[in-house]
């Protein structure tokens, strides 16, 4: 038999169809019987919603708010619109009932008490179902003081005063014929099922570690399709009782959390505390990563693990310093999906990341970017991928493009530099696009490595200030308007197998400099292939009749193999001079500049502008 009713608590009153409320047997089960008295039960309200009707409903409960205060909207929700008492309904429990004064504060300590805590909570026993008369809602606490109708279960429950107990709220299952025809049953039975349906599908307890998690109708919309594809076979239904069984594992571990920030000691049991604490907080943060991991479809590929899901690899590891990897995926094509199959090959091949790196997945690069601290690995797949800002990863770290045609772009919000590097870092198999006005790559410190990226357009490709190392390999700097590299004093760089095209100055380079240029490519320079800049001052005359080839092997630190082609000036020596304030700018550049982002000044050698000598 089906019954509807419209009830305030919906968002869209009106329409009978956004709620559904049925009366069913509770015949289903998912353990064991273990007592008579759970068999014979009566038939009870359930609630299901249409999905767009469900995500309003739930948008309108938690107004957006942090995780912090999503308790605090639910007791809101309940206070308006449930019956405080005087109603039936099934309890139904999978856990021994104990008295409060059973039940005190621990903490997990090892990972075998957290095995034991998992077993009972995680993977509760047999279920046990009563019919129970609500004596009162404690809405504040999401609880229900009940009483069994049948007095022969009196005896289960010791220590309670008046043969009443208390339950958690979502334990109860309203009955679809009331003693009381008064009560609304079909509204109370709606809220019960909203907040169980809530904690067991759309909660998880890691968001409240995370700073700005918010229960928009973004999230709940993304939580709710995740529970659709799980219940409808689009997620194979191991991985989705592994995604379930994670948050379970996760809830656990938050209560033990706020278990033990409760206990009090001296100094000793404080730093205990302290230790244990980051311990859980650390297992909260791996069990998101696997969650994260498992249920990104393209991430799930990478996955090599198919065993059924074991708690004790999320306290195994209490490394707090894991370089993380953050796997930028929006949408893919087909053909780009056998390029996944490569991540873990080439990922094994970087020195720093080890067996036990967490993944993430983010659908943009500037979010990966937002999230990721020094020596993270970030893995681009195909597309076109803007950058703001590069964030905490600047001071070390590796971008890793997968497949063709990743595209990293500037944007106006980058400043007058796309990249500021002032750690060690990588990149391999990326293509920048910085913006006409913009630098590619700045280097402050640190080392370098290019492998397979090209830079197209911008001022510079790229500069190498002071003493910072740089090896650029079967890479590509085409059409920047004035440099395709500048190494400034004291800078050291390897450049092998490299094609600069059609720049204003294919290399340039400061004489103190310490330059390897082997097996290149320069052509299609609007000014010189390669040009070593002198101090302001010094004398040049000597060079003039030394041809170019000789010229370039005595003044860079290795030059062979290489060809030139097509330059205005294949090769060149310059004395530095400094150029009026007003000319160090293009008009353009100055009708589109946007004050500069870099950590670090460009100001570490000569402004130069071209001259020529002969």
């Known amino acids: 038999m089906e019954k509807t009713k419209d009830t305030p608590c919906t968002a869209l009153a009106k329409d009978i169809s956004t709620l559904v409320i049925n009366s069913s047997p509770m015949n289903e089960s998912t353990g064991s019987e273990r007592n008579t008295a759970s068999r014979n039960i009566p038939e009870v309200f359930t609630a299901t919603w249409l999905h767009e009707d469900h995500i309003i409903e739930l948008t309108r409960i938690l107004h957006g708010v942090e995780a912090d205060?999503?308790?605090?909207?639910?007791?809101?929700?309940?206070?308006?619109?449930?019956?405080?008492?005087?109603?039936?309904?099934?309890?139904?429990?999978?856990?021994?009932?104990?008295?409060?004064?059973?039940?005190?504060?621990?903490?997990?300590?090892?990972?075998?008490?957290?095995?034991?805590?998992?077993?009972?909570?995680?993977?509760?026993?047999?279920?046990?179902r009563f019919v129970v008369e609500v004596v009162n809602v404690n809405r504040e606490k999401l609880e229900a003081e009940v009483k069994y109708c049948n007095i022969t279960h009196k005896d289960l429950v010791k220590d309670c005063p008046d043969d009443q107990f208390t339950v958690p709220l979502v334990q109860l299952y309203p009955l679809a014929v009331q003693e009381n025809e008064a009560i609304d049953i079909a509204t109370t039975a709606e809220v019960v099922e909203q907040v169980r349906f809530?904690?067991?599908?759309?909660?998880?307890?890691?968001?409240?570690?995370?700073?700005?998690?918010?229960?928009?109708?973004?999230?709940?919309?993304?939580?709710?399709?995740?529970?659709?594809?799980?219940?409808?076979?689009?997620?194979?239904?191991?991985?989705?009782s592994e995604l379930r069984q994670l948050v379970k594992i996760a809830n656990v571990v938050q209560k033990e959390i706020e278990a033990t920030e409760k206990l009090?000691?001296?100094?000793?049991?404080?730093?205990?505390?302290?230790?244990?604490?980051?311990?859980?907080?650390?297992?909260?943060?791996?069990?998101?990563?696997?969650?994260?991991?498992?249920?990104?479809?393209v991430l799930r590929e990478l996955c090599t693990s198919s065993q059924p899901i074991d708690c004790s690899w999320a306290v195994a590891s209490q490394r707090t310093n894991l370089a993380k990897i953050l796997i930028v995926v929006d949408c893919l094509s087909l053909d780009a999906l056998t390029d996944i199959s490569h991540v873990p090959e080439l990922l094994k091949k970087l020195p720093q990341v080890p067996e036990d790196a967490l993944c993430q997945s983010y659908p943009s690069l500037q979010l990966a970017l937002n999230a990721a601290k020094k020596d993270d690995i970030i893995v681009i797949l195909p597309g076109i991928h803007l950058l703001q800002y590069i964030g905490l990863i600047s001071g070390g770290g590796t971008l890793l493009g997968v497949g063709t045609d990743v595209i990293i772009e500037g944007t106006k919000n980058s400043g007058d530099v796309l990249i500021d590097i002032t750690g060690d870092f990588s990149m391999q198999n990326i293509t920048l696009k910085p913006l006409p006005n913009q630098i590619g790559i700045v280097h402050h410190k640190g080392n370098l490595t290019l492998d397979k990226v090209e830079i197209q357009g911008g001022v510079t490709g790229m500069i190498g200030l002071g003493k910072t190392h740089t090896k650029i390999e079967s890479s590509t700097v085409r059409d920047s308007t004035q440099k395709g590299v500048d190494f400034r004093e004291s800078a050291f760089a390897d450049l092998s197998q490299t094609c600069f095209n059609g720049c204003g100055v294919g290399i340039q380079v400061e004489e103190d400099s310490k330059?390897?240029?082997?097996?290149?490519?320069?052509?299609?320079?609007?000014?010189?292939?390669?040009?070593?800049?002198?101090?302001?001052?010094?004398?040049?005359?000597?060079?003039?009749d030394i041809p170019k080839e000789a010229l370039m092997e005595s003044l860079l630190t290795e030059y062979s193999g290489n060809i030139l082609s097509n330059n205005k000036e294949d090769a060149g020596v310059m004395v530095a001079t400094r150029p009026p304030v007003e000319d160090q700018l293009s008009r353009s550049f100055e009708e589109d500049f946007v004050p500069h982002n870099s950590t670090g000044s460009l100001d570490s050698g000569f402004e130069y502008i071209d001259g020529e000598s002969k």
Not at 94 to 105: C, K
Not at 230 to 236: L, M, N, Y
Not at 274 to 282: F, G, T
Not at 520 to 540: F, Q, R, T
Request: net charge negative; proline share 5%.
């Open 69 to 128: 205060r999503v308790e605090g909207c639910l007791v809101q929700y309940v206070e308006e619109n449930i019956e405080p008492a005087g109603w039936k309904a099934v309890w139904q429990y999978s856990q021994p009932l104990v008295t409060e004064s059973q039940s005190q504060p621990h903490a997990v300590k090892n990972q075998e008490a957290f095995q034991t805590l998992y077993e009972q909570q995680v993977s509760p026993g047999p279920i046990d």
């Open 198 to 240: 809530f904690y067991n599908h759309i909660w998880q307890a890691w968001d409240l570690e995370e700073e700005s998690c918010c229960y928009d109708q973004h999230l709940i919309a993304r939580r709710l399709q995740l529970y659709q594809d799980i219940e409808t076979g689009r997620i194979p239904s191991s991985v989705g």
């Open 515 to 544: 330059i390897s240029v082997s097996h290149c490519k320069i052509e299609n320079s609007a000014e010189y292939g390669i040009l070593v800049m002198w101090p302001e001052g010094s004398d040049i005359s000597s060079f003039k």
């Open 264 to 297: 009090g000691g001296e100094d000793e049991a404080d730093e205990e505390k302290v230790s244990i604490l980051i311990h859980l907080h650390k297992t909260l943060e791996n069990l998101k990563a696997r969650f994260d991991l498992i249920q990104e479809p």
